[in-house]
């Protein structure tokens, strides 16, 4: 097969009318920003980039080094470009507008710049996620509200997951495909087409640390995966955490399984640990568009109208027919 470059697929895609000129262009910044943070995360301690900033972000967390540095690559490189109305942040608590200076454009960008931090200082893999919508017309100044977007209304999500290899995972809602960064050529090239994630799966994901703060339908679940063959689910259940929600999501896409942040009793004053906007909403479309389902344990999280900027979300997700099983105890509950 040809091989084909991010740049010869994002001409497809204009081509085939899933996405016009402007978001191909915004597509191609972000992944070029992508590249910048991969080459900073590979450089690890020789590049002085492992450690804390010294500072804490809106959410109250202590920023890494590499937290920052990725934040202003992207912001940086998204400026100028004239596709953005303006960006967001899990770094910044309100969204960025762009500078006076440059031309704006009709879409709204969303992301985490480094997920996985935690892991940065030991080396395992660590990942950008994005989100884009659509500024709503006749706004020039994007404000919060404008963003508070369902999931449903994502014009495209993708992933970047800074392993062994830098892979790029994309949707623009027709299908989800992967890509892997030519190190040498320094370009993004098509790896996977059209990913499935098996409805069907023995493989779990969830940081079992929080199992006696867990809700009862969560603790009835994976209680029951636990039991193995002996069990009511008749088989024997592998579990995997890495951690890095972008490293978990790229398992489950590769070779199915299921990702679960539920809600716990330390956590459930915040609504869950992980965002909606930059985290479950790009996920959750990327995961749908494979074949996979994401909900919250009670709804699917594409149909949330989002309260904040930085809301948190349980998130289920992966093979269908485990986040279908964990669901319906949480719906039945
Ligand atoms: P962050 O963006 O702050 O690095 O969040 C990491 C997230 C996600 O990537 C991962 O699945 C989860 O937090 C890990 O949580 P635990 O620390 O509870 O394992």
Sequence with gaps: MKP????QFLIEERRAGHINAELSLL??????????IAVATSKGALGGVLGNAGSDNVQGEAQKKLDVISNEILLEANAWGGHLAACASEEM????????????GNHLLLFDPLDGSSNIDVNISVGTIFSVLRCPEDVVEPRVEDFLQPGTQQLAAGYVVYGPATLLVLTFGHGTHEFT????VGS??????????????????????????????MQRYVGELLAGKDGPRGKDFN????????ADVHRIITRGGVFFYPLDAKIKAKGGKLRLMYEANPMAFIVEQAGGAATTGRERILQIQPGGLH??????LGSKGE??????????A
Aim: proline residues 8%.
């Design 27 to 36: 597509i191609e910044v972000v992944t070029r920003a992508c590249k910048r």
């Design 181 to 184: 960064l030519d190190r040498e």
């Design 188 to 217: 993004f090239m098509l790896s996977r087409r059209d990913i499935r994630i098996p409805e069907q799966t023995a493989e779990f994901a969830i940081n079992m640390s929080n199992q006696r703060h867990w809700e009862a339908p």
């Design 311 to 316: 809301q948190r979300v349980p998130v289920f």
């Design 239 to 246: 579990m995997r955490w890495v951690a890095s929600m972008v």
């Design 4 to 7: 084909v470059s991010l740049i």
């Design 323 to 332: 986040v279908e099983v964990a669901t319906r105890y949480h719906r039945e």
């Design 93 to 104: 608590e309100d969204p960025q507008p762009i500078p006076d200076m440059y031309p704006k």
